[in-house]
């Protein structure tokens, strides 16, 4: 009982992790990246589809995105959604590749957007903190039904305690990391 515990505790938190570092992208830098369109949805034929199923997304330089469409008509479609996302960019069509500048960020929204980083990293920590907590009170329950003694008890929730403090500590990285990155010009 005690290993799938720490087992489905584990992944848990690991889901957390990811969760994290998918909303940690979304955060938009200085620099261009080709993941920060990934969210971004377009009509086809009727049906809401990732950007990156109608066009190749790529980087022309540090600061530009390329999105080369596919299928010409939906040109149009993709400069809309990218232009509508709450992304704050401002596509321009050349035709037939929509380049994508990212501007630089000012002092203010870096110190904004490192707030929101915060944010985000306390979430996901919280989120660790109530998966050690399920798995503390899932040993209380099963000493309380005499199915792992006290010592086996004691013993799982020091595991557990590593096992938080290590994915709070890879939280507390990956937040130092998108600090670092905004904050650079």
């Known amino acids: 009982m005690i290993p799938e515990l720490k087992k489905t505790t584990e992944q848990k938190m690991q889901k957390s992790i990811d969760v994290l570092k998918a909303d940690l992208a979304k955060v938009r830098t200085g620099r261009a990246h080709t993941g920060l369109l990934d969210h971004v949805m377009v009509e086809y034929y009727g049906s809401m589809v990732p950007i990156s199923q109608v066009s190749n997304v790529t980087l022309i330089d ?45 002092e203010e929204r870096r110190r904004d957007l490192t707030k929101v980083v915060r944010h985000e990293g306390e979430a996901a920590k919280v989120a660790i903190r109530n998966l050690r907590r399920d798995a503390n009170q899932h040993l209380k329950d099963a000493v309380k039904d005499k199915t792992i003694s006290e010592d086996d008890d004691r013993r799982a929730q020091e595991d557990i305690q590593k096992l938080t403090d290590r994915n709070i500590a890879e939280i507390d990285k990956l937040l130092a990391q998108k600090e670092q990155e905004l904050m650079q010009l």
């Open 62 to 106: 540090a600061r530009t995105i390329g999105v080369q469409v596919w299928e010409k008509p939906m040109m149009q479609k993709v400069e809309r959604a990218i232009r509508d996302s709450d992304l704050g960019l401002n596509p321009a069509n050349q035709g037939d590749i929509i380049r994508v500048p990212m501007p630089a960020l000012t």
